[in-house]
C-alpha cells in the first residue's frame, strides 16, 4: 500500500523540475510512495523533462499533462493532483523547490503516525533567490512543535510554512476540500493551512529539509503588493476566513484587511487618484485605528484635499517667513 504521494505541480520549470524529482527519487524510506506531477500546461520544455524521468522511472512517476493551463496560481493544478493520489498522505511541492534531506518523507510520515491528532505537519525550509538578488534565509525561526489556528492569524499576514514541507492525512482532505471560496484566491497555501488546522493542530519539525525557491517566473513574483488586483485579492481572502471562523479573531483580521488597504494608496492603480485614495484611506483609518501620529500622518497625505494642502503650505511657509525676518531684525 502506498504511504505517501508526493504531488509536484510544475509550470515553465524546465531548468529547475530535474533537480526536484532527484530529490524526490533520492528519499530514504521504509514505505512505497509515488510521485504525481502536474503541469499546468507549460510553454517550455518542461513536458519533455518529465516524459524522460517518466520513461525511467514509470513505476514511481504518474504525470497529469493538462491540456491547458488551470489558472488562479496552479491552485487547480495542485487539487488535480491531490484528486489522483492513492497514498496515506500527501506530500505538496513546486516544481522549482527541492529536497535537502533524504529523510524528509520518513520524518514526517513516522511524526504523522505516532500523532492521529494532527491534522498535518511541516519542517524548516531554506529561501533561495534563483538570481542572487538576495541572501538565502530561514522561513521561519520557529520554537514551538505544534501550531493551532490561533498562531496561524495575525494582525499581518503569517507565512512560515513552505509549501515544500507540509504533509497533511488525504483521507481529511477528501472527506474537507477546500472550501468554495478559495477558488477565488490566488493562495492555495494560507486558507489551506488554516482550514487544516481547524480540524487539529500541525506538528512542527525543526530541521531545515527542503528548499524553497524564489524565481522570475515563478507564483511567487505573481503576489505583487503593488497592484490592485493582488491586494483586492487578499482583502477578499481575509474578509472570507474571518467568516469562516465565525468571527473569533475578527480584531486581528480586522488589522490584517485594513494593510491592504493602506497598501493600495501606493499601487499602480490608485497612487495617483485622490477620490479612492480617500475611500481606501478611510477604510484604513476605521478598521486599523493607528496611533494617532500615523492618524494624522494618513490624514494628511490621503484624506485633505490637495487645495487645502497648498492653501496649509502657502500660510505656513508664510509664517515661517515672518519669524525668520523678525529674528533678523
Given amino acids: 500500500m502506498i504511504k505517501v504521494s508526493v504531488c509536484v505541480v510544475t509550470y515553465n520549470h524546465e531548468k529547475f523540475v530535474g533537480q526536484m524529482l532527484d530529490?524526490?527519487?533520492?528519499?530514504?524510506?521504509?514505505?512505497?510512495?509515488?510521485?504525481?506531477?502536474?503541469?499546468?500546461?507549460?510553454r517550455d520544455n518542461t513536458r519533455a523533462v518529465l516524459k524522460s524521468y517518466?520513461?525511467?522511472?514509470?513505476?514511481?512517476?504518474?504525470?497529469?499533462?493538462?491540456?491547458?493551463?488551470?489558472?488562479?496560481?496552479?491552485?487547480?493544478?495542485?487539487?488535480?493532483?491531490?484528486?489522483?493520489a492513492r497514498g496515506e498522505y500527501i506530500a505538496q511541492f513546486d516544481g522549482d523547490d527541492y529536497l535537502i534531506s533524504p529523510h524528509k518523507l520518513q520524518k514526517q510520515v513516522a511524526l504523522m503516525d505516532a500523532h492521529p491528532e494532527y491534522s498535518a505537519c511541516f519542517h524548516n525550509a531554506k529561501v533561495i533567490f534563483d538570481d542572487n538578488a538576495a541572501p538565502p534565509y530561514l522561513v521561519n525561526t520557529l520554537t514551538k512543535r505544534e501550531y493551532t489556528v490561533d498562531d496561524l492569524i495575525g494582525e499581518d499576514e503569517l507565512c512560515f510554512i513552505a509549501t515544500s514541507s507540509l504533509m497533511f492525512?488525504?483521507?481529511?482532505?477528501?472527506?474537507?476540500?477546500?472550501?468554495?471560496?478559495t477558488n477565488l484566491s490566488t493562495s492555495g497555501d494560507i486558507p489551506r493551512n488554516i482550514m487544516l488546522a481547524t480540524r487539529g493542530p500541525i506538528g512542527y519539525i525543526d530541521e531545515v529539509m527542503s528548499v524553497y525557491r524564489k524565481n522570475r517566473a515563478?507564483?511567487?513574483?505573481?503576489?505583487?503588493?503593488?497592484?490592485?488586483?493582488?491586494?483586492?485579492?487578499?482583502?477578499?481572502?481575509?474578509?472570507?476566513?474571518?467568516?469562516?471562523?465565525?468571527?473569533?479573531?475578527?480584531?486581528?483580521?480586522?488589522?490584517?484587511?485594513?494593510?491592504?488597504?493602506?497598501?493600495?494608496?501606493?499601487?499602480?492603480?490608485?497612487?495617483?487618484?485622490?477620490?479612492?485614495?480617500?475611500k481606501y484611506a478611510l477604510k484604513y483609518l476605521s478598521m486599523a485605528d493607528p496611533a494617532p501620529e500615523k492618524k494624522k500622518e494618513v490624514?494628511?497625505?490621503?484624506?485633505?484635499?490637495?487645495?487645502?494642502?497648498?492653501?496649509?503650505?502657502?500660510?505656513?511657509?508664510g509664517l515661517y517667513n515672518l519669524k525668520a525676518r523678525e529674528k533678523a531684525s
Fill in 169 to 181: 492525512r488525504r483521507e481529511d482532505f477528501e472527506k474537507h476540500p477546500d472550501p468554495e471560496w
Fill in 299 to 317: 490624514i494628511r497625505d490621503f484624506v485633505l484635499p490637495p487645495v487645502v494642502m497648498r492653501v496649509y503650505s502657502f500660510f505656513a511657509l
Fill in 23 to 42: 530529490s524526490i527519487l533520492m528519499q530514504e524510506t521504509t514505505f512505497p510512495f509515488e510521485i504525481i506531477v502536474g503541469d499546468d500546461c507549460s
Fill in 54 to 84: 517518466q520513461e525511467r522511472f514509470p513505476d514511481k512517476i504518474r504525470l497529469l499533462l493538462h491540456a491547458k493551463n488551470l489558472g488562479l496560481n496552479g491552485k487547480f493544478n495542485a487539487l488535480a493532483t491531490f484528486a489522483a
Fill in 218 to 278: 515563478g507564483a511567487s513574483f505573481a503576489d505583487n503588493h503593488y497592484g490592485a488586483d493582488f491586494l483586492f485579492n487578499r482583502i477578499q481572502m481575509y474578509a472570507n476566513i474571518n467568516k469562516e471562523l465565525q468571527y473569533k479573531y475578527d480584531d486581528r483580521l480586522q488589522k490584517n484587511i485594513a494593510t491592504y488597504y493602506y497598501k493600495l494608496l501606493f499601487s499602480r492603480e490608485y497612487g495617483n487618484s485622490y477620490w479612492p485614495r480617500v
